[in-house]
């Protein structure tokens, strides 16, 4: 029997994923890639015998890659293996309080009353809550296409729609933290999670509340290695699956005809295919591959997402006082995001990001020293002079680490490399450096974030952090999922 073919546009995380679901289900799949190595935004980079993981750095629902390995029946143990991490976060703020966010939901209230003075039912009540909207919303339209009728006649949605509350939808993140803790600081800890999906928590709706679950009750982990081990398992097991990976080859063009996707086009060649899958940012595969103008633009009615500015910094000494993630707050959130996503800049008082993986293990960089990955949240990229940004925030950056960590940093910084909004476009394709595409600062932005199929061309699909169900490593391989079973159902499996 003459194998259907796949071709996937883009190595990302979501686009390995259902690279490896696809050879799976019997089809014969190739991907395609702009970039010289796999993994999207997931790299990594050595410079000075420092190792850098480039791009995400929080790891939590590890089941979604286990299961990948269950599908492929591969020993997950020989391409990855990770270990869970006590303190999801540790959280800095300008009045000298420090808080370890435990991932005992037990211990995080013991220490959010000793720190914060928050009573610790307000701690479990909320984790609770959290943990129910994810398990009886979450699930449902997390693993599944809104846009598919089935998915609104599944039997789990009745209980799904009756765990809704209109707090959930009518209420800002804001709004709903201020009323379930007391202390303005454990709102702003609760506030921070809008970041995940790079959205205001002053606007972005409750239904937000549904991620703490994920870090706070289901746990964080490490990846040995770094996050990149991530990206070299998933690369390794589609080999091992028979995907054929084309890197330093960009697609030109997603052939199409009597409203049917046909193939693509790479190096001015005629690659025909089956079905085509969209690892790539939403908004330029309608612009550039689709030559649709009209949806692209379509697609920006939605606010794009926030951009990151990031250093890179080799420090030639430990500092005992930082673990592996790190948050060190602005003093005034609401002004900050309002800069970010009203004024399209950065505020002086940034709210910081360390991630430092040399804490888990060695070999990370040379021994004595750390890798700092810091971070601050950025507007994403309409026109700004980047360069002057980048010299602001990196002396505000500075200046506030020697205020909170009460030392001078910069003589430590032994070596450098940034990032900002318009090298992530240029690196990764996502549109203005927007790091999740479309933003949930409304309180509808999930039922409009785009798809995971055309429902204009027949065989086209899309996965990945620009469209449902959003971005992150969780949302990306839950993504690849659901194009997986959505390609299932129009494809019985191909005999190998």
Not at 41 to 58: M, N, R, V
Not at 170 to 196: C, D, G, I
Not at 287 to 313: D, G, H, P, T
Not at 329 to 355: A, G, V, W
């Amino acid at each position: 029997m003459h194998k259907k073919k796949a071709i996937i546009i883009g190595s990302g995380i979501g686009g390995m994923a259902v690279a490896i679901r696809l050879a799976l289900q019997g089809f014969d799949v190739s991907v395609y890639e702009k970039n010289s190595v796999p993994g999207g935004k997931l790299t990594a980079f050595e410079q000075d015998s420092y190792h850098f993981d480039a791009g995400p750095s929080l790891f939590t629902q590890p089941q979604n890659i286990a299961e990948l390995f269950t599908l492929a029946n591969e020993p997950m143990e020989q391409y990855f293996s990770y270990e869970p991490v006590a303190i999801a976060c540790k959280y800095f703020y300008e009045n000298g309080k420090v808080v370890h966010a435990y991932t005992d939901a037990t211990l995080f209230a013991k220490e959010l009353k000793e720190q914060l003075n928050e009573p610790p039912e307000n701690v479990i009540t909320y984790l609770k809550n959290a943990e129910k909207l994810y398990n009886n919303i979450g699930t449902v339209f997390l693993n599944n296409s809104l846009h598919k009728a089935a998915t609104w006649l599944n039997r789990k949605i009745f209980p799904a729609l009756k765990t809704l509350r209109l707090d959930y939808l009518l209420k800002s993140m804001n709004q709903y933290n201020s009323k379930h803790f007391a202390s303005p600081e454990a709102v702003q800890l609760f506030n921070r999670f809008a970041t995940y999906n790079g959205s205001n928590p002053y606007k972005a709706p409750a239904m937000l509340s549904l991620i703490p679950h994920l870090e706070q009750n289901q746990g964080t982990f490490y990846p040995h290695g770094g996050m990149i081990s991530i990206t070299n398992a998933l690369h390794k097991l589609a080999e091992k699956k028979g995907v054929q990976f084309y890197f330093d080859t960009p697609v030109q063009q997603i052939m199409h005809a009597d409203k049917t996707v046909q193939g693509v086009i790479v190096n001015d060649k005629e690659e025909e295919a089956d079905v085509v899958i969209s690892n790539g940012d939403i908004y330029f595969t309608y612009r550039n591959l689709l030559n649709n103008a009209r949806e692209a633009k379509n697609i920006l009615k939605q606010e794009r997402s926030s951009s990151a500015i990031i250093f890179y910094w080799g420090i030639s000494k430990p500092f005992s006082q930082l673990h592996l993630h790190n948050i060190l707050f602005s003093k005034d959130y609401k002004t900050e995001f309002d800069h970010i996503f009203e004024q399209k800049k950065l505020i002086e008082d940034p709210t910081i990001y360390i991630n430092i993986t040399s804490k888990m293990e060695a070999g990370q960089c040379p021994d004595g020293k750390e890798n700092w990955f810091v971070m601050v949240n950025a507007p994403a990229n309409t026109g700004q002079s980047w360069d002057e940004l980048k010299t602001d925030v990196r002396k505000n950056v500075i200046s506030k680490l020697n205020r909170m960590l009460k030392e001078n940093i910069e003589p430590f910084i032994e070596t450098e490399q940034t990032l900002d909004p318009v090298m992530i476009e240029s690196q990764t394709a996502s549109y203005m450096g927007s790091l999740y595409g479309t933003s949930s600062n409304s309180k509808l932005a999930a039922f409009f974030r785009p798809s995971n199929f055309s429902n204009a061309l027949k065989g086209l699909y899309f996965c990945g952090g620009s469209v449902h169900p959003g971005g992150g490593i969780p949302l990306c391989l839950k993504s690849a999922k659901i194009v997986s079973e959505l390609i299932a159902a129009n494809h019985p499996k191909q005999a190998h």
